[in-house]
């Protein structure tokens, strides 16, 4: 059988798998690598181009989240390439009398388009339920940060919120799924990085902000130009983020630098430098979720956010979860007080091939009716579950998960309860937040009602209860 870690070997560690093959047969191996690496490239590649975003409805409009199906298809495509090679440290429990750093909530909001009809806007935003909002996205174009108009609309009317709640921090997230050019051509050389560093100086400093989520997905990992690995992109990112570190303490300035990561093993040791944003980072925010998303090469039914494995799993599988993620992560060197645990609001769907077969892992034919393209808001679920009350809810009691089903649809999603699950988790290891992607998809308008009275932000209200013990749910 090849060895499906000799893609991996060449392009990380170039230098190190020269050695192996000289004293290997060196033709063999190099034949060996292209064909796999073609191959598994191709694949992945394929996917992304053949998989294009359908023309959206205009009911679609909300469906903020659904840039990140470029993402989702990433991370369908490299289950199964890697299996965890890290020896896993035991995380201590954390410790509630010790002075740790305040908690974090970092929530992402999704900056409303040109006809913002029924979208979340600015003032509509509760100011006490985060504690960072990171106003997403912005773009690197000719190696500066670039907003559209309108968002710079938004940054002003987001950083109004402040003047409810002098404490909450409002940062400028840059990148995103689906946004990726650019990185690559600003951090090659400190010329460039000097360019990007100074349109950030300018934009925190215009618009009173108070620091950068660099959200590239993701360094090293071209799949266009079949590149992996290449470019010295890892390295390169390392050297931006302690460039941007250096330049505040220059200035004198106590801004965030944060960074969004991806989850899956695969990506984190192709794309980053573990150790060295744990040097730079105020914290980093790990995006655990996605985990499980229909593609044509992932065709069943599985849980968008899993907190732990379940039983079943092995391999692989065994580290698309929450869990494994974060050992992997504080294993690779991330301090437990810059672990920010990644929280969806929005949901996966499916559409089973047979509505007989309803578990976890049941073979499935393409994205579920509700919402768009697999993504589908918090809101859009609670209309479901009223509309069809024969509408079954199971709930995956390891990985702390709800699914629900109903003749053809399937659709994994977060309730109030998973959620609060996923900040005990937080809060039981000493870590230092949740992450929220997004208000957005959060019931934001409180039509989910539940218990009789109306509440705003249903998920966010129960992770920071969840976190802080405060009840905020009166808030209407
Ligand atoms: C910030 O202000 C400076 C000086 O007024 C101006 O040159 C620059 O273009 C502004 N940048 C942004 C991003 O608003
Ligand atoms: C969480 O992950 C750790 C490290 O892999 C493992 O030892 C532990 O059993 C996991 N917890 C659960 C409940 O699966
Ligand atoms: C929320 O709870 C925390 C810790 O229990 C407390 O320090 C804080 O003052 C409370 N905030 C509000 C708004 O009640």
Redesign the pocket.
């Known amino acids: 059988m090849l060895d499906k870690n000799i893609c991996y070997q060449k392009v990380v560690e170039p230098v190190h798998v020269h050695t192996k093959l000289v004293q290997e047969s060196k033709f063999v191996n190099v034949v060996k690598t292209i064909v796999i690496c073609g191959a598994l490239l191709t694949l992945i590649a394929a996917t992304l181009f053949l998989i294009q975003p359908e023309s959206q409805t205009r009911s679609d409009v909300s469906y903020t989240s659904t840039k990140s199906y470029f993402r989702a298809n990433l991370f369908a495509m490299l289950q199964g390439q890697q299996l965890g090679k890290t020896k896993?440290r035991?995380l201590p429990p954390g410790n509630p009398e010790g002075n740790e750093p305040e908690k974090v909530v970092s929530c992402y909001y999704n900056t409303p388009s040109a006809d913002a009809a029924g979208e979340l806007l600015p003032r509509d935003i509760h100011p006490h339920l985060c504690s960072h909002i990171n106003v997403a996205f912005a773009r690197v174009v000719n190696k500066e940060i670039y907003l559209e108009d309108i968002q710079y609309q938004a940054l002003r009317d987001i950083v109004k919120l402040k003047k409810i709640n002098p404490h909450l921090k409002i940062l400028i997230s840059v990148g995103g799924s689906g946004n990726e050019d650019g990185f690559s051509k600003m951090v090659i050389d400190h010329a460039s990085r000097k360019v990007f560093i100074r349109s950030l100086k300018y934009l925190l400093r215009n618009y009173t902000l108070d620091g950068v989520d660099l959200d590239w997905e993701f360094p090293a990992v071209h799949l266009d130009t079949f590149i992996l690995g290449g470019k010295r992109e890892r390295q390169h990112f390392s050297q931006l983020l302690y460039e941007i570190r250096r330049e505040y303490i220059r200035e004198k300035r106590n801004y965030l630098l944060t960074v969004a990561v991806a989850a899956p093993e695969a990506i984190v040791d192709i794309a980053y430098d573990v150790d060295q944003i744990n040097l730079y980072a105020d914290y980093v925010n790990i995006m655990t979720y996605d985990f499980h998303y229909f593609t044509k090469y992932t065709p069943f039914t599985g849980l968008n956010s899993p907190l732990?494995?379940r039983p079943r799993e092995q391999m692989y599988l065994a580290s698309l979860n929450i869990?494994?993620t974060v050992?992997m992560y504080f294993s690779k060197g991330l301090d437990k007080n810059k672990i920010v645990v990644g929280i969806p609001t929005y949901g996966h769907t499916f559409t089973l091939v047979n509505p007989g077969n309803t578990r976890v892992g049941s073979p499935a034919s393409g994205f579920g009716s509700l919402g768009s393209m697999g993504f589908v808001n918090y809101p859009d679920i609670c209309t479901f579950l009223k509309t069809y009350n024969d509408a079954v809810i199971e709930e995956d009691k390891h990985a702390k998960v709800p699914y629900l089903y109903r003749g053809w649809e399937w659709v994994s999603f977060e309730s109030p309860q998973s959620v609060a699950a996923k900040a005990d988790y937080v809060k039981a290891f000493g870590l230092r937040g949740a992450m929220i992607y997004s208000l957005n998809a959060d019931d934001y308008s409180g039509s989910c009602r539940t218990r009789g009275g109306q509440v705003k932000f249903p998920l966010l209200q129960s992770i920071k209860k969840s976190l802080f013990g405060n009840d905020t749910s009166n808030y209407a």
Do not use: S, T
């Open positions: 896993l035991e732990f494995a869990n494994y050992h």
